[in-house]
């Protein structure tokens, strides 16, 4: 079985758990406003989702 000569150090340790990489969020343009919002999200700037005012947003 293989065991580590040396104790990794906790920067060393740190580091390689540091580089994972997220995937980004899926931005889309709205229908609507053409505004970059969130995917399957109200749009911030004019309220509609799927086609329908959801929310009043005051202009």
Not at 8 to 24: E, M, V
Request: one cysteine or more; hydrophobic letters at 25%; aromatic letters at 6%.
């Amino acid at each position: 079985m293989a065991v580590p000569k040396k104790k990794t150090s906790k920067g060393r340790r740190d580091r390689r758990r540091a580089n994972w990489k997220l995937s980004l969020p899926g931005v889309v343009d709205c229908p609507q406003c053409g505004e970059s919002k969130l995917s399957h999200r109200v749009c911030k700037k004019c309220g509609y989702y799927d086609k329908k005012q959801v929310i009043d947003v005051a202009e």
